[in-house]
């Protein structure tokens, strides 16, 4: 199941706003490896590390999330985040850039 879904910070939009605890599905404290990519020059990191993991996934709880209102076609992300647990990749979080919009897959 893929979503797309924009950062928003007006919830008195057309589709109900969600929060990051929404988007996931599951306990945070159940994230087990964060990937990252910086789509400008390849950098990639990984982490297992549970405060870093943490440190994150506050990063992503200050914002609210909604359904896109205007279908964009893609050229291309400043950086994704894919959130696992345990080996399942379940989350995909991607910035655009351009529309300063977040770009999220939901993968169930």
Not at 31 to 37: A, H, L, S
Not at 71 to 93: A, N
Request: net charge positive.
């Amino acid at each position: 199941m893929i979503f797309v879904i924009e950062a928003t910070t007006n919830i008195m939009e057309q589709y109900k706003s969600k929060s990051f605890e929404d988007l996931l599905g599951i306990n945070e404290t159940n994230i087990t490896k964060v990937f990252m990519r910086n789509g400008l020059n390849g950098h990639a990191v990984e982490t297992t590390d549970k405060e870093k993991i943490k440190e994150l996934v506050s990063f992503y709880k200050d914002r609210t999330y909604r359904k896109e209102l205007k279908k964009r076609l893609g050229t291309g992300f400043v950086y994704f985040c894919d959130f696992y647990s345990e080996d399942l990749w379940f989350l995909r979080i991607s910035e655009n850039g351009k529309y300063k919009a977040l770009i999220v897959l939901i993968i169930r």
